[in-house]
C-alpha cells in the first residue's frame, strides 16, 4: 500500500520535449507538493497544493505548469525541456492546517528526469 | 528568510559507534523540525518529528533533540550500523508559510563494517 506514489520512476527526453510526471496519494492529507533534488542532493520547494488551490509557486518558470485534479492528485506538466531541467523531481503530502501542522511530510520515492 | 544547515556534509564512522548529526536554523518561528533518511535513488522516509514545544524524541536507536531558541538540532544514533549509510535531511516547517518545508543541505554517512 504505497501512501505517495508517482510514476514514472525515470524519465529521459531530448531539449525542447513536454512531458509529465503524476503523483497520487492515499493519505487523505489536504496539501500536496513537489520538490527539486538537484545534482548535490539539495531539496528546494516548487509548488504547493491545499485542497486543490496553488498556494506556493516558488519562483519557477512558467513551462512548469503543475494540476491538481482532485486532493488525491498532483501531476506536473513540464514544456519545452532544457538541459537544466535535469534532477529528481519529488511528490510529498501532508496535512496542511489547524492543528494538523505537527503531522509529518511524506514522499514518493522521485522521478528522475533526464533531458540530453 | 530561513536557511537550514547541516554539518558535517559528510561522515565515515566504524560501526559500532554513537554519533551525532547537526542541523541548525536561522529562524526560530517553526511549528515543527522533521529528520528524515533518503537511501541512493529512494525518497525520504520520515524519521522523527520534533514540535516546537517538545525537546527531544525518541525511535529505537534514533533521538532527536531541538533547541528552537538557539535554532539547532540534532540526531543521535547509537550503536551504527552498516545499514545506517544513508544521506540523512533535516526540514523546518515555518509559523509563516506554513506550506512549505525548507530543507538542510544534508550529511551523507557512512557506517563501515
Known amino acids: 500500500d504505497t501512501a505517495v506514489s508517482q510514476t514514472p520512476k525515470y524519465l529521459v527526453t531530448q531539449m525542447g520535449n513536454d512531458k509529465s510526471i503524476k503523483c497520487e496519494q492515499n493519505?487523505?492529507?489536504?496539501?500536496m507538493y513537489w520538490y527539486k533534488q538537484d545534482s548535490k542532493k539539495f531539496l528546494k520547494i516548487m509548488f504547493s497544493y491545499n485542497n486543490k488551490e496553488l498556494i506556493i509557486n516558488e519562483t519557477v518558470p512558467n513551462r512548469f505548469s503543475p494540476k491538481s485534479p482532485d486532493k488525491a492528485h498532483l501531476n506536473l506538466h513540464i514544456n519545452s525541456l532544457e538541459l537544466g531541467d535535469s534532477a529528481v523531481y519529488f511528490c510529498?503530502?501532508?496535512w496542511g492546517q489547524g492543528s494538523s501542522y505537527n503531522s509529518p511530510l511524506h514522499f514518493g520515492n522521485g522521478t528522475r528526469l533526464t533531458v540530453t | 528568510k530561513q536557511e537550514v544547515t547541516q554539518i558535517p556534509a559528510a561522515l565515515s564512522v566504524p560501526e559500532g559507534e554513537n554519533l551525532v548529526l547537526n542541523c541548525s536554523f536561522t529562524d526560530s518561528a517553526i511549528y515543527n523540525l522533521q529528520w528524515f533518511r533518503q537511501d541512493p535513488g529512494k525518497g525520504l522516509t520520515s524519521l522523527l518529528l520534533i514540535q516546537s514545544s517538545q525537546r527531544e524524541q525518541t525511535s529505537g536507536r534514533l533521538n532527536a533533540s531541538l533547541d528552537k531558541s538557539s535554532g539547532r538540532s540534532t540526531l543521535y544514533i547509537a550503536a551504527s550500523q552498516p545499514g545506517d549509510s544513508a544521506t540523512y535531511l533535516c526540514?523546518?516547517?515555518?509559523?509563516?508559510?506554513?506550506?512549505?518545508?525548507?530543507f538542510g543541505t544534508g550529511t551523507r554517512l557512512k557506517v563501515l563494517a
Open positions: 493519505l487523505g492529507h489536504d496539501t
Open positions: 526540514a523546518v516547517r515555518p509559523t509563516s508559510g506554513t506550506y512549505k518545508y525548507i
Open positions: 510529498a503530502s501532508s
